[in-house]
């Protein structure tokens, strides 16, 4: 990937053009500098419809996040310095969506990423017959967000749906073995539903999105272990290292930009949910799946007002914060390096 | 040693196909309950193998009327799929014809700039989509292409050229150099080199860049919600949040049955083309 490629081939194709070994003289030169020069031609569809559509959006958000702006009455906009930034900070209707996604990374992103490096590290152990397997496990990636929510709204409906009906058992299974070991019952499945329970909803998303998504973390793994040189487990193995110790000095340490890449993800998706409790829940009930950008979504296009100044320091601030654990994460994981 | 290992593997099968259950079994679950009537579903009677219970006649199992009602167009279904179909094609066609020829421009050419202009895109990658859809949502009216397919297609366009760009630029700047000498030499041009050597050599990548666009299209929720308000512009992910409030209270058949066919041929294609899926996933994850 080396970048300016080869210079040879630039004084070899005029030397084609006249028949002539090339020579540095200035012809030569300016057919080089004409030559680059069209690299212009080709780059500039993708440059003007990025710029108008990309850039100049980008551009506009951050301007409007500084103002008093409503697409409503745009000649009523006025300059307000930060007070948006402010008034995000300080607002209360503002911190709980910013808690309730918090919450959905915390349960969601630790199973996302490490359920998934489990079965990659399984899938890559079978050697031979786990084409089917892969496709099966594979699947669920293909289905789009919103046809897997609404899917998965059926699949917790308490009167006929399946998953309802497995958490019930898997939840009634752990309460007898609670009360074998004389505890009390450990939680219940609410019989409205789980996306019908503040407690609850959360948690039944966040399977959805687990089931929905993990795929991709799972291909990210296979991809990352099947990089790592079998070398490395054969000298460990004559060494007489463990599975766990192989695991734990070849595996992890020769994953982990992978498992960095896999983290950072997964980490800037949860916090961008949106769409699955949209569809699933609306936010509720009593906006206990409210998250940070549905509430951006909201002020900028669901309350009427169409706060598009405040919603874009909303959206800068989002901004901010994933580059903020952007920095994070590739700190955390220095070390392991 | 062996046995051990022949117990190992077998333990693994177990595990794993406990999870590939898993991840299939909705989709299962979905064809089942597109065969039953509303009132049999509510009461719980969703697997084939249970009768019917209310509904008439008695005794029978399964029935295809969902799938009649669905298609003697009560449903708005073949709309959002035909516009999520054409967004999904168009969109792909351009994202890689105008993201290619830029990364051909950025991997073969240096004219001043190159590097600079290339760095500021690699930025803007950094600006998560809901900061562009705020004011891309203004500049939607501006330009008069609010609730119109093609807002939407230019949105998508824009969106997904990065990422191609991107992938075909590494993939153009490892095509050996004596490959595009050679085609210099029989007089081509930088276009016909771009026709003739580039995408050929470089069709692995144009094929993985192609599943990602076309995925990440055929999936699009936020702008496809936020950009269009008729039915007629619909796509299929709006337009299925649609029909999930028009049918799921009172004819959960026809909504599982509308579930089902807006799987099926993303999960067909799928399931035929799987190795490409795969590739095209983890070089598009790779290069993120």
């Not at chain 1, 053009?17 to 500039?44: E, F, I, N, Q, T």
């Not at chain 2, 595990?15 to 009461?43: D, N, T, Y």
Request: aromatic share 12%.
């Amino acid at each position: 990937m080396s970048y300016p490629p080869d210079a040879a081939r630039d004084v070899c194709v005029p030397a084609a053009r006249d028949g002539r070994l090339p020579s540095r003289s200035a012809g030569v030169s300016r057919w080089r500098r004409r030559h680059h020069r069209k690299g212009w031609l080709y780059v500039l569809p993708a440059l003007l419809l990025f710029t108008l559509m990309i850039v100049y959006p980008i551009v506009r958000s951050f301007y409007l996040s500084f103002l008093d702006y409503s697409i409503l009455e745009p000649d009523s906009a006025r300059f307000v310095g930060l007070d948006n930034y402010a008034r995000l900070l300080f607002q209360r209707q503002n911190h709980e969506p910013f808690w309730h996604t918090l919450y959905f990374t915390a349960i969601f992103v630790p199973a996302y990423v490490v359920l998934a490096l489990l079965i990659a590290m399984m899938l890559n152990r079978l050697k031979r017959g786990s084409v089917a397997l892969r496709t099966a496990i594979f699947t669920p990636v293909v289905v789009s967000l919103a046809v897997s929510a609404v899917m998965w709204t059926l699949f917790y409906n308490p009167a006929f749906g399946l998953a309802h009906k497995m958490l019930a058992g898997a939840v009634g299974a752990a309460n007898r073995a609670a009360a074998l070991l004389g505890a009390g019952p450990l939680g219940a499945v609410p019989d409205g539903g789980v996306l019908a329970d503040r407690r609850w909803a959360m948690i039944g998303i966040a399977l959805m999105c687990l089931w929905n998504g993990i795929g991709i973390n799972i291909i990210l793994f296979l991809v990352g272990l099947q990089r790592i040189p079998e070398e490395l487990y054969e000298a460990a193995v004559v060494d007489g290292a463990s599975g766990w110790r192989r695991f734990w000095h070849i595996t992890l340490p020769q994953l982990s930009p992978t498992i960095y890449l896999v983290v950072l993800l997964s980490l800037i998706g949860a916090f961008k949910l949106f769409g699955q409790p949209f569809i699933m829940t609306a936010g509720g009930p009593e906006d206990s799946t409210l998250t940070y950008v549905m509430r951006l979504y909201n002020l900028a296009f669901r309350y009427g007002k169409f706060q598009l100044g405040y919603a874009s320091a909303l959206a800068y601030a989002l901004a901010l914060f994933i580059f903020g654990i952007s920095l994070l994460v590739r700190k955390l994981n220095r070390p392991v390096e | 040693m062996a046995v051990e290992s022949r117990r190992v593997s077998a333990t693994l099968w177990v595990i794993l196909l406990g999870v590939a259950l898993l991840s299939v079994m909705p989709f299962a679950w979905v064809v089942c309950g597109s065969l039953k009537p509303h009132l049999e579903i509510q009461r719980g009677n969703v697997w084939p193998w249970q009768p019917y219970e209310v509904e008439k006649p008695a005794g029978q199992h399964v029935t295809l009327d969902n799938y009649r009602k669905i298609a003697d167009k009560l449903s708005g279904l073949p709309t959002y799929y035909f516009n999520t179909v054409y967004l999904a094609m168009a969109g792909t066609f351009l994202t890689l014809l105008v993201g290619s020829l830029a990364a051909y421009g950025f991997a073969h050419f240096r004219f001043a700039g190159n590097k600079l202009l290339f760095t500021l895109l690699l930025l803007t990658i950094m600006i998560p989509g809901e900061v562009t859809l705020i004011g891309q949502y203004e500049l939607m009216f501006k330009l008069r292409l609010y609730d119109k397919i093609a807002g939407l297609l230019t949105a998508y366009t824009a969106g997904h050229l990065l990422l191609v760009i991107f992938i075909m630029r590494n993939v153009f700047v490892s095509i050996p150099q004596d490959l595009v000498d050679a085609a210099m030499i029989d007089g081509a041009g930088t276009w016909r080199v771009f026709w003739e050597v580039m995408v050929p050599i470089g069709r692995n990548g144009l094929a993985a860049c192609a599943i990602l666009t076309l995925l990440g299209i055929w999936n699009e929720f936020l702008f496809a919600l936020t950009f269009t308000s008729t039915e007629e512009v619909r796509t299929l992910p709006v337009g299925i949040t649609m029909l999930k409030g028009q049918w799921g209270l009172f004819n959960s058949g026809v909504l599982f049955a509308t579930v089902l066919l807006s799987f099926l041929p993303i999960v067909l294609i799928f399931i035929l083309l799987q190795k490409y899926f795969v590739r095209g996933l983890s070089a598009g994850a790779i290069k993120a």
